[in-house]
């Protein structure tokens, strides 16, 4: 961690914060809102809040196969990951995978 930044422990995650995550700006140059949203809620949350905004993502009717401009989805690009088999299985429960 950077010796400016101040480690933050037992962050608030209440709904409206969650939510917000469904109005983000998409990333960079990715062109889809929905995968940029995606991406950006894995970055930020633990698995249960994570778990919270896919519910709040899908009953939005959002598409939770949405790919990134590679034309890879979520759990493609994170399945490599070290600590994304929370994140998967989330995924797969809501019929992402």
Do not use: C
Not at 33 to 59: G, H, K, N, V
Request: glycine fraction near 6%.
């Amino acid at each position: 961690m950077r010796p400016d930044k101040e480690k933050v422990v037992d962050e608030v995650w209440d709904d409206e914060r969650i939510r917000s995550f469904l109005d983000k700006s998409p990333m960079g140059e990715q062109a889809s809102r929905d995968f940029s949203a995606l991406l950006y809620a894995y970055r930020s949350m633990r698995p249960e809040d994570f778990d919270r905004f896919i519910e709040l993502f899908a009953a939005d009717g959002r598409d939770l196969g949405a790919t990134s401009n590679d034309g890879q989805t979520l759990a493609q690009v994170i399945v490599a990951h070290r600590h994304a088999q929370p994140f998967l299985d989330i995924l797969q429960r809501h019929g992402a995978l």
